[in-house]
């Protein structure tokens, strides 16, 4: 079991979710050693990054009963989910920022990069108008989640859309704040950032993971979901974790175990161009969130998804590319209507 609060991430995580609820998840996750051992008073970037990601799986797992319940049996078997990534969705408006948010992306790359993340590959999904990138931690690439950070470009729409996007997404704040963006520079300074400040400020860091904007009018929301699955979401769901991703050795065999348990499945197996990395998903839990009009409406919310990956033969290593393919299909899991 996890315990000792001289640890970097336990310390961190019991600190946002309380001491039941951090050390459930912690125990619920393969962590490499080297990353949970980290103790002393200076917490390093790839402790805060690893720290982040387990409270946005707790937070992934609050809101998706689905995949809490596969977790909970894995827990049961004695067994520990390995968290291969999380997928986020953003907007990006060709004129500029989205209401007080940077435009798309960049919200969240000025987060990754100081984390000690790089931008590994870009995925255009041209069939969603989004593009797609990958973000892997430079330090402990195998270990700590990557992102799938999506932004849907608005201008690939038609006016009435993009008027109507503006309405929604142009009510966004931004949800840094100064020393929250100090935390960040110390870390892309390389200098050290103490664990009082780092248990301060992680609070912040994981408030951008939410919905930043207004709620909407149901009638901008229908327009949206007309021409955008992926829009639609967003104005509900905002920037929070879109799915979390499970790696495991053979998802076609669990796939084949959990539909047999009648669980939400996806009905096919998503197999990348290499053949190498193979996705499928449960399908989005639905949830009630609240309209312009103060009236709350059943909507699709997020959802848990599995992974396998094989290792590159040119390389050595775990492949741990995407597949604009497989993206498109997984993003199919939440196009079910409210």
Known sequence: MISGNDRAIYALVTSVLGEGNGKRVLNCLAIEEALLNECGNQVSRAAFAMAMNVALFHDLLDRVPSGADYVRDVAAQNRRVTFDHGALRTVRFAEGPTGGLPAGQDAFARIFIPLGYEMAAIYPLERLGMTGRAYRHIDAPEAIPQFFLSELHVDRFDPAFGE???????????????????????????????????????????????????????????????????????????????????????????????????????????????????????????????????????????????????????????????????????????????
Do not use: C
């Open 164 to 338: 109507v996007a503006w309405r929604v997404f142009g009510t966004s704040r931004d949800p840094l704040d100064n020393k929250a963006k100090a935390l960040l520079d110390d870390y892309a300074a390389g200098r050290p950032v103490n664990l009082e400040t780092a248990t301060e400020v992680l609070p912040t860091i994981l408030a951008a993971f939410d919905r930043q904007h207004e709620p909407a009018a149901f009638e901008d929301y229908e327009v949206l979901r007309s021409r955008s699955n992926e829009a639609a979401w967003i104005a509900t769901e905002g920037n929070a974790f879109n799915h979390a991703t499970d790696r495991v050795p053979d998802v076609a065999a669990l796939a084949s175990r959990l539909k047999s348990e009648n669980r939400p499945m996806k009905e096919k197996l998503e197999i990348s161009a290499s053949g190498r990395v193979r996705q499928t998903a449960f399908r989005a839990d639905s949830v009630q969130r609240p309209f312009a009009d103060g009236v709350f409406r059943t909507v699709p919310g997020s959802f848990y998804e599995f992974i396998s990956r094989d290792v590159d033969p040119a390389v050595g290593a775990l492949d741990l590319a995407f597949d604009t393919g497989n993206a498109t299909g997984i993003f199919a899991m939440t196009s079910a209507a409210p």
